[in-house]
């Protein structure tokens, strides 16, 4: 099922949506904290979310219908009622790119956001909408990204529903438009990345040489029913689980075989994966004989992988996937503004690795991964 909203509706929708700054009141201790933020790191956040006036129109409207897909609970929150003052705040710097969130970025020694539309990005859309919403979102992000190009680099967005034209989309944010990857929001119409009608899409980011970040959303159709309660759809755990499961499909189903460059970036500390690579080998041995995949799914999530630290602050965690997967493997990110800028900052100065470590994963991969200019 898709919303109701043809492409004159939201093309013509605008919600210009704007607010005080935060009064961020610091004690002594914040502000010894902030000062450790001015280090000569160089940090670059990869999972930075943003929006546009007409998509924040659609999901409102979409919000306003009795359409049951569980990612529209979040809609309403969010784009229709703003019952909290947490979603009244996510809101606003979602819309908000050039005078708050660049405040908050100085006061964090924040380098560099890579920003993406916000999820589920345009995949909701029929295929005529969702793909004028890409070209939109994606025109509007360059122009930000000329007027701040040390402080922003971009995702671009491309509407899956019509394989075909995203990946002319995706030609254009790479070529024209000087974009440094691409985003996308898990499954699309409860479909995802391994079945062959999106193989284009795959073999079009390898060639470009442009990595996909699979961003969560909630869990597909087939998988929602036990996520319905209890708020598990969102991101403290249907999140993880749908991006997780994506990616061992992708994993598991040969793509990666054709598509052997690929190149795949996961949140949240990879989704829970990294914790149970030896079991999912262990336990694959059997479906690798009878399909004939080349490598071991861990050998594929070291080689086609990346993940960030976006929304997991636990020293622990990323102490065990730099150990499991190598530094190399590894990005920085806030989750921006769903997560708060400073604490994420911290999290990183403090997390328990070598400067050379905190290098790489602070901006050195980032850098690499999405072919980002190396000086400040």
Partial sequence: MTANIDRRSFMGAAAATSGLLLADAMSAGEAQAQAETKKAWRRIATEEAFSIPEQAAAFAEIGRTNWDSLDVEFFRMLWTQQQTPIMVDIHRRLLDLENERLQIMDRDGVAMHVLSLTSPGVQMFDADTGT?????????????????????????????????????????????????????????????????????????????????????????????????????HAAMWGYAVETGTHAMRIMMSGVLDRFPKTKIVIGHMGEMIPLVLWRIDFMARSYRQRTGLKLTPSEYFKRNFVITTSGVEDPLALKYCVDKLGADNVMWAIDYPYQESGPATQFMNDAPLSDADKEKIYHGNAERIFHLPTTT
């Avoid at 967005?157 to 974009?179: C, G, Y």
């Avoid at 929001?185 to 073999?203: A, M, R, V």
């Fill in 132 to 232: 004028a919403m890409a070209t939109l979102a994606n025109d509007r992000l360059a122009e930000v990204i000329a007027r701040h190009p040390k402080r922003f680099a971009g995702l671009a967005s491309f509407a899956p529903q019509d394989p075909k034209r995203a990946v002319l989309e995706m030609e254009r944010s790479i070529r024209q438009l000087k974009l440094n990857g691409f985003i996308l929001n898990s499954h699309t119409n409860d479909e995802y990345l391994d079945q062959p009608k999106y193989w284009p899409i795959l073999e079009a980011a390898e060639a470009l040489d442009a990595a996909i970040y699979i961003h969560p959303r909630s869990p597909s159709r087939p998988m929602q029913g036990p996520f319905a309660q209890y708020n598990l």
